[in-house]
C-alpha cells in the first residue's frame, strides 16, 4: 500500500491478556517508530527501529511492552498481562532516513481497550 | 526531565483571522522542530520543519518561527477557514532522530 498500515484498526481485550498489535511501514522507509496516545494527550514515545535494531527503547514503560522488526519492514508491538491502563491508541510511524525534513509517515492507529 | 508545553486550552478563533499557536520546549536542544497536525480519529500529518538555524519558515498560509535562546516556537495560520479546525503538535527531533511530542493544541475555526 501507499502508506503506513496497522492492524488491527480496534482491539477490545481482557485484563491479563497478551495482545499483539502489527505495524507495515511506507516500502523503502527504514525508521519506524512506536507512539501511544492517550485520549487529550500527544503521542508518547515508546520506540524507535533503524532497520532491524531497536535504537531508543527508552519509552517503552515496562517489561510488559515489547517491540520486535525481525526483517527490518513489518514491526509488532507486543503487550503481556495487558492492564486497563494500557488502553489507548497505539500508533506507529515510518520515516526515510537521510530524509531533509525527517518526517514521520503515521497510520491511523490502533485502539486498544483493556477491559 | 525534557518537557514540551502547547496551550492546553483550545483556541476558537473568526474565519479569516490569523490563529497563533505556541509551543515552548525545557531541557532539550533540537535538531529542528516540526509541526503536524492532527485530525480525530487519524494520525498526525507533518506539516513543517524548521531547523535550530533558522528563524522563519513559510509554507502556503502557514508561517513557523523557532527561537532557540527562548525555547520556543510560534505556529501561525493566515486568513484561517473552518478546515483549518484541527488539533496541532509540536514536535522536536534530536540528534537521533528521536521525536517526541507535545500535548497539542485543539483550533477552532468559526464561519
Known amino acids: 500500500g501507499a502508506g503506513v498500515s496497522q492492524t488491527p484498526s480496534n482491539k477490545v481485550t481482557e485484563k491479563g491478556k497478551y495482545v499483539e498489535l502489527r505495524c507495515d511501514p511506507i516500502?523503502?522507509?527504514?525508521?519506524l517508530y512506536w507512539y501511544r496516545q492517550s485520549l487529550g494527550q500527544g503521542p508518547e514515545f515508546l520506540i524507535y527501529?533503524?532497520?532491524?535494531?531497536?535504537?531508543?527503547d527508552s519509552g517503552l514503560p515496562n517489561d510488559r511492552f515489547f517491540a520486535v522488526r525481525p526483517e527490518g519492514s513489518v514491526s509488532t508491538l507486543k503487550i503481556q498481562r495487558t492492564e486497563r491502563g494500557d488502553s489507548a491508541v497505539y500508533l506507529c510511524?515510518?520515516?526515510?532516513?537521510?530524509?531533509?525534513?525527517?518526517?514521520?509517515?503515521f497510520g491511523e492507529g490502533s485502539r486498544l481497550t483493556v477491559l | 526531565s525534557q518537557k514540551i508545553e502547547q496551550n492546553s486550552e483550545a483556541l476558537n478563533i473568526q474565519e479569516g483571522k490569523t490563529a497563533t499557536l505556541t509551543c515552548n520546549y525545557t531541557?532539550?536542544?533540537?535538531?529542528?522542530l516540526q509541526w503536524y497536525r492532527q485530525d480525530p480519529g487519524r494520525g498526525p500529518v507533518f506539516l513543517l520543519l524548521?531547523?535550530?538555524?533558522?528563524k522563519e519558515k513559510r509554507k502556503e498560509r502557514l508561517k513557523v518561527t523557532f527561537d532557540t535562546t527562548l525555547k520556543q516556537s510560534l505556529f501561525h495560520i493566515t486568513a484561517s477557514q473552518p478546515a483549518d479546525s484541527a488539533t496541532y503538535l509540536c514536535?522536536?527531533?534530536?540528534?537521533?532522530?528521536?521525536?517526541?511530542f507535545g500535548a497539542g493544541t485543539r483550533l477552532f475555526v468559526k464561519a
Open positions: 510511524a515510518s520515516s526515510l532516513t537521510g530524509s531533509n525534513t525527517g518526517e514521520l509517515f
Open positions: 531541557n532539550y536542544s533540537p535538531a529542528y
Open positions: 527501529f533503524q532497520g532491524t535494531g531497536a535504537a531508543d
Open positions: 514536535a522536536l527531533v534530536g540528534g537521533g532522530f528521536k521525536t517526541i
Open positions: 524548521i531547523r535550530e538555524n533558522e
Open positions: 516500502s523503502g522507509h527504514t525508521a
